[in-house]
């Protein structure tokens, strides 16, 4: 969805203004410790994968999603991804109170704190197989599709349309926007090298090159 | 922009949390030592600290260098980093000639195996809009010139592709031990937007 997190390329958002690194503590509120914790601990119960988790935070209304901290961010896609699961009813999440326990199986899958450590450090690879040989070689000329697809993409607005050359091949990973719409399968994926003045026009800097990673689907032949 | 919005608008987010914390809890959810335990993770143990050892190692061993260059995975696995957000890690190296950094200008990708959760600026707007246009602007703010005929490589990460950048080592890395050589990483050198500083008693 082309939308407010799609910033490549945006302009007016002023200076970074980075805080220093040696005084830059990890959570400046305490409420982003629970916020991280609550949306690692929730995602744990299986109900929902990465792709739905940012579908979910991008299909908030453009002007809530720039004016919101990240970690508000995360909140409001956690929010609305428990109530469209089905975990917590509207109705308890704006009065914060339980009218039901949850249901026994999914109170199993509970992601107990002696098991945090392990789960962590197994993530979860996004690598499949593919039935299909791939379609693009290294060094092939491709162009990023000019697509625009109403519900998630990984394909950033400012690539659509322009040619870059495949710098690698990654093998078959799950595509994303089938994921966040709840079909994992794996496609191609690519990552592509663009010349800035392919991006950006021909005032761009030369010797800028930028590299983005597209599943095939997202590219033709150029 | 206006404190005053729509009904709908999100109270506190402190209350927010708070509130969905209980729910969650009193549901069955979640187990609030969990959530203890995820926070101390993150807090204090997967963090920058991870990524510089990898690096004062790769400055310091060709072998293992040429092992995190062709399996990047695998090698800082080999250092006891690994799991959620770097399950598929990439490493590039920084060079006289070419300057790496790292963006997710989607949303906020970033290896946190190695890097720890990533600092407010680089899931900001400023920077996710900017690096990708005009990466030497973005470069000054953190103090950092390249020379003109410097090639600099913006990586954006929008896959499960996880990016970490190798930094050029300091002139005198031989004469330095592991330790100190750790030391002198900063988790910007391993983001991209900045170098390794060079002791200031040196030209």
Known sequence: ?222 | MSTHHHSTVPSDPELRVKALESLLVEKGLVDPKTLDELVDLYETKIGPRNGAKVVAKAWKDPEFKKYLLEKPTDAIASLGYRGRQGEHMRVVENTADIHNIVVCTLCSCYPWPVLGLPPVWYKSAPYRSRVVSDPRSVLEEFGTQLAEDVEIRVWDSTSEMRYFVLPEAPTDFQNKSLDELESMVTRNSMIGVEKIKEPENRS
């Open chain 1, 1 to 222: 969805m082309n939308s407010a997190h799609d910033l490549g390329g945006r302009h007016g958002f002023g200076p970074i203004a980075p805080e220093a690194e040696n005084s830059e503590p990890v959570f400046h509120e305490d409420w982003e410790r629970k916020a991280l914790a609550l949306v690692l601990a929730a995602g744990s119960l299986g109900q929902w994968n990465l792709d739905e988790s940012r579908y979910s935070r991008e299909s908030q209304h453009p002007v809530d999603y720039l004016r919101q901290s990240y970690y508000e961010n995360w909140l409001s896609g956690l929010e609305k991804l428990l109530v469209e699961k089905g975990l917590v009813t509207e109705e308890e999440l704006s009065s914060g109170r339980a009218f039901s326990k949850a249901e026994e199986e999914l109170q199993k899958r509970v992601l107990q704190p002696e098991k945090v450590y392990s789960t962590i450090e197994k993530g979860g690879s996004t690598q499949m197989e593919s039935d299909e040989p791939p379609e693009f070689n290294i060094g092939d000329r491709v162009r990023a599709k000019n697509r625009h697809p109403l519900t998630h993409t990984r394909e950033p607005g400012y690539s659509r349309g322009r040619e870059g050359i495949i710098e690698a091949h990654y093998g078959a990973h799950v595509m994303p926007d089938q994921n966040a719409l709840g079909n994992r399968i794996g496609e191609h994926l690519y990552c592509v090298r663009f010349d800035a003045g392919e991006l950006w026009g021909k005032d761009a800097p030369s010797k800028h090159l930028v590299f983005i990673d597209l599943w095939e689907s997202y590219l033709e032949h150029a």
